[in-house]
């Protein structure tokens, strides 16, 4: 299950590991797009499916920040999540459409300073949503934040000149990168993109306490039995362990992270509470 829209990072991600998952395991891997209230629809149809480990979640962000922008899940992100394996990690990157007057992110930020209000970004979820507040709380910038059902919608809208920027991870927009339909600013990660090598962080573009991307993981129905979340978890690991595989990662913008179970429920965990603070410090009302 993608809690989102199809054409977005988290769908391109799914549909690429799916067929591995199927060669390793014998088994047919169907991916199901359910998006919703910022994910939650479909992070709550895999919280309550059976645990048996048949049906899986794909998803980055939105596991993670969810709990810290909604007052009440309809699923408890600790008790019915059971985190299985990470697949990899993907700086955002400063997307603008070619027409918008801005070569790097300073520039970007004058443009957003000369006009307060009439820079719009286009947020494809709830991790999107998030980067473009945190570039509008850290420079005192006033910008106009459209939602999208997923990063694949709102880099069209960036490219269609309905919107005029995205931060968002690259792996579903390579093509119209190439094709000069959008324009990279910066990466906001602690090193260059091994896919666009040329392309500065945003420390070396002068705001090093700039960082945001994606973490994209999979994972099951809490009680799912422990020998199956480790054989899924085994599984995971093996394929992008996989130099070709790997390497059709990087292509995308994704950093490979083998985890064991531990070490992602752990930084599952971690990532809830640090979002939390953000979001709090960002003085972000809560949805009901």
């Known amino acids: 299950i993608v809690p989102f829209a199809p054409g977005g990072s988290n769908d391109t991600m799914a549909r690429l590991i799916s067929p591995e998952i199927t060669k390793v395991l014998g088994q047919q891997v169907i991916v199901e797009n359910r998006p919703g209230a910022a994910g939650n629809i479909g992070i709550d149809a895999v919280a309550k499916s059976a645990p048996n480990g048949y049906t899986i979640l794909f998803s980055a962000t939105a596991s993670t920040q969810n709990p810290a922008l909604f007052r009440k899940l309809p699923y408890d992100p600790l008790r019915d999540i059971q985190p299985v394996a990470e697949v990899g990690q993907a700086p955002y990157v ?9 070569r790097n992110v300073q520039e ?8 307060p209000g009439k820079l719009n970004a286009a947020s494809g979820g709830i991790g999107t949503r998030l980067a473009s507040e945190l570039f509008q709380i850290q420079n005192k910038l006033k910008l106009e934040v459209i939602p999208y059902q997923g990063s694949g919608q709102a880099a069209l ?24 339909k959008l324009k990279a600013l910066a990466v906001a990660g602690e090193k260059r993109l091994k896919s666009f090598p040329n392309l ?29 979340v480790q054989k899924l978890n085994a599984t995971i690991n093996k394929i992008i362990g996989a130099p070709a595989f790997a390497g059709r990662l990087v292509d995308l913008g994704v950093e490979p ?12 965990r971690k990532e809830i509470e640090k979002w939390k603070t953000i979001v709090r410090q960002a003085n972000i009302p809560p949805v009901d």
Do not use: C, Q, W
């Not at 968002?168 to 000069?180: D, I, K």
């Not at 992270?257 to 992602?264: D, L, T, Y």
């Open 94 to 102: 400063f997307l603008v459409n070619p027409g918008v007057p801005a």
């Open 157 to 180: 809208a960036v490219m269609t000149g309905e919107a005029d920027f995205v931060v968002m991870e690259t792996s579903p927009v390579h093509g119209p990168l190439a094709a000069g």
């Open 108 to 115: 970007l930020i004058n443009v957003a300073r000369k006009y």
């Open 257 to 268: 992270n083998p985890k064991s179970v531990e070490e992602f429920s752990a930084l599952y």
């Open 200 to 228: 500065p962080t945003t420390a070396e573009a002068g705001f090093p306490d700039y960082r945001a991307g994606a973490i994209f993981g999979v994972y099951v129905a809490a009680g799912t039995p422990a020998d199956i």
